[in-house]
């Protein structure tokens, strides 16, 4: 990416950019028209503060949530203010010794092509040790979220049999990948043959179901589970979720990641009753969201870059280039467009 001398930026020289807001809240799937661009100027740095210019923006399903305007672990999006997401981004100007001018940093910023952030609210990157974009894949939340949902709610034992929903997306094929390394049966379901071949020729999946040509979801999940299912990674939800409760056994563990099936669902969905099986295994079901383990990072972090630098971890980016090609990114994660971890370069 270009580097842009803003020495000369000041209060009698304003610096406009480029952003994104939310135009309006989507019903159901959101389209182009969900989104505005536009321009605005920014503010002179305050002391303790930044000038960045992004070189990779994130692209996260639980953003859907987000649009919506109701109470959930995160505040909504504002209509008329910019989407907010995980974004990879070099100092440019700086008013912290802290990062000065060309640090690399992670931050939540605005789906913008130069933002104002406090300092206070970055995180330096080593982009020796790992590239860039890593940051917000396997070694960032989707790496994280995948470490903690499956070692500390998920608990695999060795020769147990763990099932991952999504297992093409950021989070589900490092899910597998490490319940592998834990000596575990890992079966996936994905939504192509081009992701299955992936996931079991490259990242060591035991099997993987394509969902959407499949005859019989629950006769091709029980002869990939021959033994039943111990603990099941889910990344989507719906009828997925159905078929692989069936087969779970005594004390299994239900981690539940994600619900991408049913995000954009205008009316509640009346699905199986399942509470009875999960009474009759004893079994564990458990929601998370990754900031329950923010205390934990840096042990995690350790770990997953250990398993990269000894080749046990491997990843996989679809990176789409250009800030004009944001919303395209995010609306792609509905139809499926990506393997592993949804990006845009700059």
Known sequence: ???TNYKNYS???PMTTQQIVLASRP???PTSDTFRFEEMELPPLSDGEVLVEPLYWSVDPYMRGRMNDAKSYTPPFKVDAPIVGGVVAKV?????????VGTPVLGMLPWAQKAVAKASTLQKIDTDAAP?????GILGMPGLTAYFGLLDIGQPQAGETVVVSGAAGAVGMVVGQIAKLKGCRVVGLAGSDEKAKVLTEELGYDE???YKTT???RADLKKACPDGVDVYFD???GEITDAVITLINHQARLVICGQISLYNDTQPTQGPRFLPKILTTSSLIKGFIVRDFEDENPRAIQELTTWVKEGKLHFKETIVEGFDQLPHAFLGLFSGKNQGKMLVKA
């Open 92 to 100: 440019m100007e700086s008013k912290s010794e802290k990062y000065p």
């Open 208 to 210: 993987v179901i394509n």
């Open 215 to 217: 005859q019989n979801l």
């Open 235 to 237: 990344n989507v939800g």
């Open 11 to 13: 209060k009698s020289t």
């Open 1 to 3: 990416m270009k580097e």
């Open 27 to 29: 019903q159901g799937l």
């Open 132 to 136: 860039a974009s890593y940051y917000l």
